[in-house]
């Protein structure tokens, strides 16, 4: 069986075509010849572990798997000359509106690689709508974003870079800010061949640095890669509970604890819009500028998703999974961080998601699970083991600019 | 003579159409063929109200930090008295601000000509415009939602709510109210010096060939060999909002360029012999505006008496109408008071200036109940 890596989608729809004999309810049945070699993003040398979860949907649910390495497109290849270039990009601001803000100001490497704060930093004189999500281990996405709307890292930088309450970059004025770097000029020429550096290839550079940014070695990878003391007996029940009875595997599936599809799960609005004009411009804007009927842009106060992608109404109140990985240093959670802690979410779940403005959209999966407090915090544990060391990165210097060569007027 | 000829042909039935209303208002003043002075528009106060506080309002930047009053100072002529203007935060310009005094009256806009009448659409283009205010207008929409006195006033305005097209309408609108006033020309009050200074003006200067008209220009782009400024390909920053421009207007080999082709822009020349034409400017508030150029290359109106007595400057397509002038110091003295002359009242009063704004966002009460 071969698989495109880079689309986990296809990949899936590949697999329920040729192992449809195979299919067992809701899940990957643990007899089901699925071998790691079948499961997208998972290290050669994993266990499986599969989801014995009762009751839930149609979909296939991938086990459980040691992260593998981050697949690499083929048509933008590592090199560490340009992962170098990539680092010094995304710490610098001038891919964006005007030169205060980079990529790693909302993806600060000290506190996760995303923001601290329940939503992230807008522009200068904006705020943000959504969490800030973090780089690590955003290699293995096929979708970036909440709602999915960049297929690929390069995309996703390209369009963070141009959003008015994002970077508020232009991308004449970015490609010719570059031009005028000349540690930038020999760079790009080095690794690309531009005689000026071009743009679209400081999107490839960014994504190259950031796909050296994962982590496969948390306990659980160890766990998985057979040093069972890797797990701690909480962490180990609340392994079991993770793929049982709480049923989490339903969403949260394969290396990488994303099937990143798309539920509602009635996360509550965001309450800053309640009390904060910057929240409440932005809200507005984006209800706006993302296409809404004259109806909905009046009456809609809460983030409608996917549905800006799909334009269903089935859609609204919908955003993909997120990976469960280094969830230790990204708190607050969900695509409004309207949750502060990792036990806060397991509540959440285990009372059966919340309420919002879509909630006729809530996923069926999401029901009261009936756990402990014992087995919360178990879950929570075994979460724990998501995360490894903390991944910090220095921000590296960075080059000035300096005139060209011939400054002089009329030639 | 033909050019010059045909110059004055248009100046003259320019003044033909308004020579009514001249005698009517300063019979004193000038004689009938003389231009001026600039008409005042009639403008919808509260819509010009309302053009007024945006006008000034740095929450129309991308950024909050630049309003448009940031390079269009009332106290300077609504210029900016730099040689190059600043830009948006992060950029640096590479052209002279330019006085916004009777802009209503414009036929082309920016020193290349590149957009026709409707301030409509400049406005656009300045707010927008990633160097300039770098603003997402539809971002600016809510802003403006967010401000209960916007809210009102484009209400008092006959609109429903802020909107960015309302926006478009209502900078317009103020811009009208822009009018000179008091020039010692218009009122005839001019001394002994101003008048020799016109006679020059009107003759052996020729100076109005190109600068006729109420606002004394004839919104005709020509080259008149301005040098480059090289603070353009000095500064990075500017160099770096030339390349910018230069690839979005479609200049060809922007990179290696080192002049500003000025109305190539708009003309296209294959053979380049359009390279450096620039709108002639108005003459009106120059007393407020200096330097002067579309790049600001002349600092006082003695250096730009001189710059055409000595025939302008070097360039290979400069116009060929341009001969030096033989003026003598005296002469050259006289021609700037006259210029000063056609300076009016700064106009610098609560009438063109909006009272001060508070930028700080209100948060919308009951936001959950009330309609977006």
């Known amino acids: 069986m071969t698989f495109s890596i880079s689309n986990p989608l296809r990949m899936a729809s590949a697999v329920m075509v040729t192992t449809a004999c195979l299919w067992s309810g809701s899940a990957y049945a643990a007899d089901a010849k699925i071998g790691v070699s079948d499961v997208p993003n998972a290290d050669p040398k994993s266990k499986l572990i599969f989801s014995n979860t009762t009751g839930g949907d149609a979909d296939a649910d991938w086990p459980l798997a040691a992260l593998g390495k981050p697949p690499i497109p083929d048509d933008n290849r590592q090199t560490p000359a340009k992962i170098e270039l990539g680092k010094m990009l995304f710490f610098d601001g001038r891919l964006g509106g005007d030169g205060s803000l980079s990529c ?18 807008g522009y ?31 995309s996703q930088a390209k369009s963070a870079a141009g959003g008015a309450v994002a970077g ?34 400081a999107w490839r550079a ?35 509970l993770f793929t049982g009875k709480a049923g989490c595997m339903e969403c949260h599936n394969g290396p990488l604890l994303s099937d990143e599809k798309y539920y509602n799960t009635g996360v509550p609005a965001l309450d800053l819009w309640n009390d904060d004009a910057l929240a409440q411009i932005t809200f507005r804007y984006e209800l706006y500028a993302k296409g809404s009927t004259e109806d909905m842009y009046r009456s809609t106060k809460d983030d409608p998703g996917f549905y800006f992608r799909t334009k269903e109404k089935a859609d609204k109140g919908k955003f993909r999974v997120p990976s469960l990985r280094y969830t230790k240093y990204t708190e607050p959670y969900m695509h409004n961080g309207m949750l502060p802690t990792l036990k806060s ?28 407090d014992k087995e919360i915090d178990d879950i929570v544990s075994f979460l724990e083991s998501l995360s490894g060391d903390e991944l910090i990165v220095e921000a590296p210097d960075l080059p000035e600019y300096a005139p060209l060569a011939n400054a002089r007027g009329r030639k | 003579m033909n050019w010059l000829s045909k110059s004055f042909g248009y100046a003259g039935a320019l003044s033909a159409c308004l020579s009514l209303a001249l005698v009517v208002e300063s019979p004193q003043a000038r004689a009938a063929d003389m231009p001026g002075p600039v008409k005042a528009v009639k403008v919808k106060q509260a819509l010009a109200d309302l053009g007024k506080r945006l006008f000034f309002d740095p929450r129309l930047s991308g950024d909050g930090e630049l309003a448009c009053a940031s390079c269009h100072q009332p106290e300077k002529g609504f210029a900016d008295g730099m040689e190059l203007s600043d830009a948006y935060p992060g950029t640096l310009g590479f052209r002279n601000t330019p006085t916004l005094i009777n802009s209503a009256q414009r036929a082309v806009w920016f020193h290349d000509g590149r957009m026709g009448t409707s301030l409509n659409d400049v406005t656009r283009e300045m707010l927008t415009e990633t160097y300039l205010m770098n603003m997402d207008m539809r971002l600016m929409q809510e802003r403006l939602k967010q401000d209960p006195v916007y809210v009102k006033m484009f209400k008092a ?7 960015n097209g309302g926006v478009r309408n209502a900078i317009p609108e103020y811009l009208k109210t822009l009018v000179s006033k008091n020039a010692p020309y218009d009122t005839g009050k001019m001394s002994a010096s101003a008048k020799r200074g016109q006679d020059i003006f009107m003759g052996k200067g020729e100076c109005i060939a190109c600068h006729s008209g109420d606002r004394f220009t004839d919104d005709k782009p020509h080259n008149t060999g301005v040098p480059e400024n090289d603070k353009i390909f000095e500064e990075p920053l500017r160099h770096i909002t030339f390349v910018t421009f230069g690839k979005f207007m479609g200049i060809g080999n922007y990179m290696n360029l080192r002049r500003d082709v000025g109305g190539h822009v708009v003309t296209n020349y294959a053979d380049k012999t359009d390279y450096g034409q620039f709108v002639t400017p108005t003459l009106r508030e120059l007393k407020y505006t200096a330097p002067y150029m579309h790049n600001g290359t002349l600092r006082s109106l003695q250096e730009v008496v001189t710059f055409y007595n000595e025939g302008g400057g070097d360039d290979v397509n400069k116009d060929s109408h341009l001969k030096p002038l033989f003026l003598s110091e005296r002469e ?21 200036v909006a009272d001060e704004i508070d930028t700080d966002y209100v948060p919308i009460k009951s936001w959950r109940k009330t309609k977006n």
């Open chain 1, 168 to 201: 508020n970059g232009e991308a004449d004025m970015m490609e010719a800010r570059l031009a005028f770097i000349p540690e930038y000029r020999e760079r790009f020429a080095d690794v690309f061949g531009d005689q000026w550096p071009r743009l679209s290839n």
């Open chain 2, 157 to 163: 305005a006959g609109m429903s709510e802020p909107s």
């Open chain 1, 104 to 121: 790693a100001s909302c993806h600060e490497p000290s506190v996760g690689w995303d923001v601290e704060a329940k939503i992230s930093f």
């Open chain 1, 206 to 240: 960014i994504a190259s640095f950031e796909r050296t940014i994962f982590q496969d070695d948390t306990p659980f990878d160890a766990y998985l890669r057979g040093d069972d003391k890797a797990l701690h007996a909480a962490q180990k029940r609340g392994l079991e």
């Open chain 1, 345 to 372: 979410v397991v509540q959440f779940y285990n009372a059966g998601g919340g309420i919002n403005e879509f909630s006729a959209n809530k996923s069926k999966l999401i029901k009261p699970l009936g756990l402990s």
């Open chain 2, 332 to 352: 050259q003295a006289d021609l700037v008071s006259f210029l000063e002359a056609l300076s009016g009242d700064p106009l610098t009063s609560k009438t063109y």
């Open chain 1, 124 to 154: 200068p004189g904006t705020t943000h709508w959504r969490n800030s999500q973090t780089i690590v281990n955003s290699a293995y996405y096929g979708k970036l974003f909440w709602a999915g709307s960049s297929k690929s890292l390069e």
